[in-house]
């Protein structure tokens, strides 16, 4: 039977900045993070913590703790080791990290007990008095310190090294021949400051090991619910099955909620014991000081060019911090993440990387802050080394890049690291940014400025990163493959639900997985709902990080989605009488090839789906899709910052910041814009603020927000922000992703303004965080010299 | 001790400790989870509520007790009438939130704000909202969202009357 | 992060607060605004036994000019001064002060007399409360008395105000003709301890000379301090480039920080003369006197 129908509401939904759905429960307080969660019977963890930095445990006296009246428990790491729960594997796979501290202690704050009481306070007050005595032991505070061996920190490990492992690729030999022979060069040793995602709902767990079900159940503070419940299971020993995990909604991710840690495996443990919920929620102060940090990379960094500026080789040489343990969540075969990105946007003939990565007594991650593994480091180390060579060469910094940039026709690109660039139009781009931002104004007005000793500057950025990890061949998390997926359903009557693989800790999945389905079906995207979060329901994923959920999940989404449309397609044919061959799906309908009047919409075909299906296939109307990309994606963009320098001071004034961002195809333009706003802010926290700080007798330094500074609506700069469209050309809707270009790209922009400013006085290089002092002392330095 | 505190225009009386924060009495003793706790320096915000309808106040640097005998307006109260308030409507429109954990304390501070300044500008929207972290947004959209609702909130000129 | 457990008094009467301050002694703590005193006991660096909370004593929230004085009282709050006219049109100093205290919402809350008697010793009030010769007005079981500033701030977080004592006031002179000033504050962000801060507040004479001067830096010491090196370097002539560079030499000479992560010895002694020289500066143009520059 055939029929026409005026065509649904709001099909057409991809690129519409369409309101998002999530947004009703929050905006009326209504949002459910973890610590909302209240079980019957419920009790608090609350953790002891080291004062010292190193040191070993002489003993731990529990007992006026427990006569504190509501202390029902006080857990140490002895106690979990009798439960082989002393040491958790860490995401990496190379290493595994202390859940309570046994032996000694390894960095300040490190967990060394846990309380369990009937009340937040009665949990504090405890923890208190848990009396533990020390034996301090020298630390260890940086990796050039540790690569000497002197002090021995992991005496858990076979080999009796700091040393955790090496990694290098490219051609050493090559590249530092061509290095020799270069015209020109900049060698620079530029360091990524130790830093912190802080997002603002700490990490948390609320553990109910269910005597009735027999199963755990854990509400929990993960952007990887999946993953995290394959880890519980094989550290336990507890069937998967009987392990629930519900990630609800969450105060903001920024991979600070990736790793495992001690507050959760002591949690779960304890309510395994005690067979009550469990519950812990960190403080800010442990957030900072024990939870994954990011960055704290020294790298040595040198660029060759002919004297007319044409790059001839990349050399980067590394030393990675990583704490006290190796907890860098990074895919298995990619210890020092994506870092061979770092070529960056340019053509190097030949390159070569290599880093060393070493303990010291410090909080362990590395992974963390928006940071694509590892592509921040690596993108800041090239844009900063381009704008030593464009100095060095004397050539303006945006004629380097466009001399030296991978040119559109070069794509898809094989970088000499190992990489293969999907597409790009990187001239385009910087031109684009160049002509908006008013370059050649901007550079006139600069010569004024300096003939009157004012210090303004101009810094660019033109990064590229690589994002959606990732191809089985070459990507896995403790060895399960960097897939994702989609599961959509659609119901008798023209709506659905769609689960994935990913988590949003608000990205706005709800919103923009729905435009996806809703472009792909023709349904409307509001009636699409959307869930991520809960292991007994979500389909398998590896979650949301490293911008790789709208390279992976989103495809997993489109393909999920075109499963349906082929069976429709065959309902369509059955429906409409006509050969399959016949029924093609254009403006949201199927029709009867040339017979725009003889034509189905997705709703009709769901009805009928479930009322009249087709002889020869089975009722109903879904599909799952588990999709492994073909290739990492490769957004790119060109980021110009304007700064004016108080030389009085070293206040940094940022006058202007234009962000061009190319991420393909974008489903959401307001969306996009939202999570570029977010990340220029913490790029911009980084670049001025920023920093955790271990002083030389390994105390930290950085322990709250008032010495962890996150900026306010004052000090933030007001963002411009455009775009260039260079689809990918291997994802199914051309998407590449973007949440964490901005934090990759604008750092360098920054520093670069800044540095700009500075040219004049002869000064090169200040390492990040660029306080005023150290613009201040940069200032006087010149001065007086 | 015993509290009596008006909330949302509804009065509860509770047994607390003097030492309960104001914003765990809310949360925990009352079940409004919509004012959250982000840190320990009184630094972030998110944990903003109105009191006697006058103050923005910072619930995790207050007592409960300190609360008795007054009135609290938190993120649950904005609605009235099941109308969303305007801020609400605005945040919203604007893309004001992303993870939503600093909103409610975001609204609470701006309805505030307004009152105290129904047409401010932008320079005035950043420097009022400046005890309020976000890690999200960027504030830019919270600021156009605050100027929507300035914009809303202005009362509408008289009809001319008719002579 | 949760306080230790302490009893807690809400008295409705000044006297009964008193009589609770002198019952309890040192084991007891006043709560005003508690934006200081609270963080501190949820991180439990402070302690008190016992807390008397003054906010049922509303008579005490008063901003009001009388017989040639600014009176502030007690429980008036931060934010009162940034939306008084009044403040903005006669007193600038105490205008430009309220406006950086803290943030936006901790002022609202916050107290002006509460802040001057925790003495950080980066604190905002006691640097301003220097520059104008302020007084403070204390009471206790044996009567009330008036304390100058400089005789209050006595140390870091340590003020004149004795066991069983309260500080009900402080007093700013209202300003004479020609009388203007100025508040300085560096701040990595909004609602950090300053890394530096200076106030000026200067009266001109009818030939142009500098009649009455105070000049006092923060954040450069256990406690706010008079500048006394750079008001002699002022008084009595003609305001000059010369004098304003002397002024701030001398502040850098007096200046004491300590080290932190918002910078070095060095740094904040130099940024002590930065500020007294903008905040002179600030001062003298709302005179009407430019050119120093």
Redesign the interface.
């Known amino acids: 039977m055939s029929t026409t129908t005026d065509s649904t509401p709001q099909t057409h939904s991809m690129g519409h900045s369409m309101k998002r759905k999530e947004d009703p429960r929050f905006i009326r307080g209504h949002g459910k993070y973890l610590d909302d969660f209240t079980l019957p019977g419920m009790v608090w963890m609350s953790l002891v913590h080291s004062p010292y930095p190193h040191a070993r445990i002489v003993k731990i006296d529990k007992t006026a703790a427990l006569a504190v009246p509501g202390v029902i428990a006080v857990l140490t790491g002895e106690d979990l080791a009798a439960h082989n729960l002393a040491w958790v594997p860490t995401f990496h796979g190379y290493d595994k990290q202390m859940v309570l501290a046994v032996g000694k202690v390894l960095y300040q704050y490190q967990e060394v007990a846990g309380v369990i009481a009937t009340s937040r306070e009665i949990a504090q007050d405890a923890a208190e008095l848990v009396d533990v005595e020390y034996e301090p032991l020298d630390p260890v505070t940086n990796p050039f310190q540790s690569r000497e061996d002197k002090i021995i920190l992991r005496d858990d490990r076979e080999n009796k090294t700091n040393h955790i492992y090496h990694w290098e690729v490219g051609k050493r030999e090559e590249t530092d021949a061509a290095l020799a022979a270069s015209d020109v060069t900049i060698k620079e040793r530029i360091v990524f400051q130790r830093c912190h995602p802080a997002p603002l709902e700490p990490c948390g767990i609320l553990a109910d090991m269910s005597p009735n079900t027999g199963r755990l159940t854990l509400y929990l503070t993960s952007q990887a619910p999946h993953a995290h419940r394959t880890v519980v299971s094989l550290v336990t020993g507890i069937p998967e099955d009987k392990i629930h995990i519900i990630s609800p909604d969450i105060g903001g991710g920024f991979g600070n909620k990736v790793p495992v840690y001690p507050g959760y495996v002591v949690s779960a443990a304890a309510s395994v014991v005690l067979g009550v919920p469990v519950k812990w929620v960190e403080t800010r102060t442990e957030n900072l000081t024990t939870t994954g940090f990011a960055r704290d990379y020294h790298m040595d960094v040198e660029i060759g060019a002919s004297k007319d500026g044409r790059v001839t080789a990349l050399k980067v040489a590394t030393a990675a911090d990583h704490g006290a343990f190796d907890a860098a969540a990074d895919p298995t075969k990619y210890p020092a993440g994506l870092f061979g990105i770092v070529t960056g946007s340019y053509d190097f003939p030949t390159a070569f990387t290599e880093l060393d990565a070493y303990f010291t007594n410090k909080a362990p991650g590395g992974v963390a802050y928006r940071c694509s593994f590892r592509v921040t480091e690596a993108s800041f180390a090239i844009e900063r080394g381009m704008e030593l060579l464009a100095r060095k060469l004397n050539m303006d910094p945006s004629e380097l890049r466009l001399k030296n940039f991978v040119r559109k026709d070069q794509f898809p690109y094989p970088s000499p690291l190992g990489f293969v660039y999907d597409s790009g139009d990187y001239h385009l781009t910087l031109r684009k940014a160049l002509d908006l931002i008013g370059y050649d104004d901007l550079r006139k007005e600069q010569a004024e400025k300096r003939k009157r000793g004012e210090l303004m500057g101009i810094g660019i950025s033109t990064f590229t990163e690589a994002v959606g990890a990732g191809p089985s061949k070459h990507f896995d998390i403790m060895g399960i493959k960097m897939f994702d997926s989609a599961e959509i359903r659609v119901h008798p009557t023209g709506s659905a639900i769609l689960r994935a693989g990913t988590k949003s800790q608000g990205q706005g999945h709800e919103t923009t997985w729905a435009q996806i389905a809703a472009e792909e079906l023709g349904l409307d995207p509001q009636n699409i709902m959307v869930e991520e979060g809960d292991t007994d329901t979500a389909p398998y994923g590896l979650g949301t990080y490293a911008s790789r959920s709208t390279p992976v999940a989103g495809a997993a989404i489109a393909m999920a989605s075109r499963k349906i449309r082929e069976k429709a397609r065959k309902i369509a044919a059955h429906l409409l009488e006509a050969p399959l061959d016949d029924v093609e799906w254009t403006n949201y309908k199927f029709q009867v090839k040339g017979q725009p009047d003889n034509a189905l919409t997705m709703q009709q075909i769901a009805f009928a789906a479930y009322t009249n299906p087709a002889p020869d296939s089975e009722p109903g109307l879904e599909a799952t899709f588990y999709y492994d990309p073909p290739n990492l994606t490769f957004p790119y963009g060109a980021y110009i910052a304007v700064v004016d320098v108080d030389r009085e001071t070293g206040a940094v004034k940022v006058r202007r910041f234009l962000a061009i961002d190319d991420c393909g195809t974008v489903i959401n333009p307001m969306i996009v814009e939202g999570q570029i706003h977010g990340g220029l802010t913490e790029g911009f926290a980084i670049a001025f603020m920023q920093e955790i700080a271990y002083d030389e007798q390994g105390n930290n330094l950085n322990t709250n927000f008032t010495d962890y500074l996150v900026p306010t609506s004052l000090e933030t700069p007001h963002w411009e922000t455009s775009s260039t469209y260079t689809p990918s050309p291997h994802h199914p809707i051309g998407a590449k992703g973007v949440g964490e270009s901005p934090n990759v790209g604008s750092p360098a922009a920054f520093v670069n303004a800044v540095m700009d400013a500075l040219s004049p006085l002869g000064v090169t290089h200040i390492d990040m965080p660029l306080t005023r002092e150290k613009v201040w002392r940069a200032c006087r330095q010149a001065t007086t010299a | 001790m015993k509290v009596s505190v008006t909330v949302n225009g509804t009065k509860y009386e509770r047994e607390v400790e003097p030492r309960t924060l104001l914003a765990y009495f809310l949360r925990e003793a009352l079940g409004l989870t919509g004012t959250h706790v982000g840190c320990d320096t009184s630094s972030c915000g998110v944990c903003v509520v109105v009191l006697d309808g006058e103050r923005a106040v910072k619930s995790c640097t207050m007592l409960a007790v300190m609360a008795d005998g007054h009135q609290i307006t938190t993120v649950e109260g904005l609605v009235q009438g099941g109308a969303l308030h305007p801020l609400q409507q605005a945040f919203w429109d604007q893309h004001g939130l992303q993870c939503g954990f600093c909103t409610p304390g975001m609204l609470m501070t701006s309805s505030i704000l307004l009152k105290q300044n129904p047409n401010p500008s932008e320079a005035e929207i950043r420097e009022g909202l400046s005890g309020n972290l976000c890690r999200c947004t960027g504030y830019q959209n919270i600021v156009k969202a605050v100027q929507q609702a300035a914009g809303a909130m202005q009362p509408q000129p008289a009809e001319p009357v008719a002579s | 992060?949760?306080?230790?457990?302490?009893?807690?008094h809400?008295p409705d009467t000044l006297d009964e607060a008193l009589s609770l301050l002198g019952q309890y002694g040192g084991d007891a703590r006043v709560?005003a605004g508690?934006?200081s005193l609270?963080?501190a006991?949820?991180?439990?660096l402070a302690r008190p036994a016992v807390?008397v909370?003054i906010?049922a004593l509303g008579d005490l929230a008063y901003l009001r000019e009388t017989d040639g004085v600014l009176a502030i009282g007690a429980l008036a709050?931060d934010a009162a001064l940034e939306?008084s006219s009044l403040i903005e049109s006669s007193y600038p100093l105490l205008f430009d002060t309220g406006a950086v205290i803290?943030?936006?919402?901790?002022r609202?809350?916050g107290t002006v007399v509460g802040s001057l008697c925790h003495n950080d010793p980066s604190g905002d009030w006691g640097v301003t409360a220097l520059a104008c010769r302020a007084q403070i007005v204390v009471r206790g079981k044996g009567g009330t008395r008036t304390v100058p500033i400089d005789d209050f701030l006595v140390d870091s977080f340590t003020t004149a105000v004795g066991q069983g004592e309260m500080a009900i006031e402080v007093r700013f002179p209202s300003p004479k003709p020609r009388t203007s000033g100025a508040y300085q504050k560096?701040e990595?962000?909004?609602?950090?301890?300053a890394?530096s801060c200076a106030a000026a507040q200067v009266t001109l004479g009818d030939d142009g000379t500098v009649a009455e001067i105070g000049i006092a830096i923060g954040a450069a010491g256990p406690t706010a301090v008079r500048v006394a090196g750079a008001e002699s370097a002022l008084r009595g002539s003609k305001p000059s480039k010369d004098a304003i560079r002397a002024a701030a030499d001398a502040a850098r000479a007096l200046a004491d920080p300590v080290a932190d992560?918002r910078?070095?010895v060095e740094?904040k002694k130099?940024?002590a003369g930065?500020l007294v020289s903008r905040a002179l500066l600030a001062a003298f143009e709302r005179l009407g006197v430019g050119g120093l520059k």
């Open positions: 992060m949760f306080p230790a457990p302490f009893d807690y809400r709560l508690g934006q609270i963080p006991m949820r991180f439990r807390l909370d906010n709050r939306s803290a943030d936006p919402v901790v609202q809350t560096i990595r962000k909004v609602g950090d301890f890394t992560t910078g070095s740094f130099d940024m930065v």
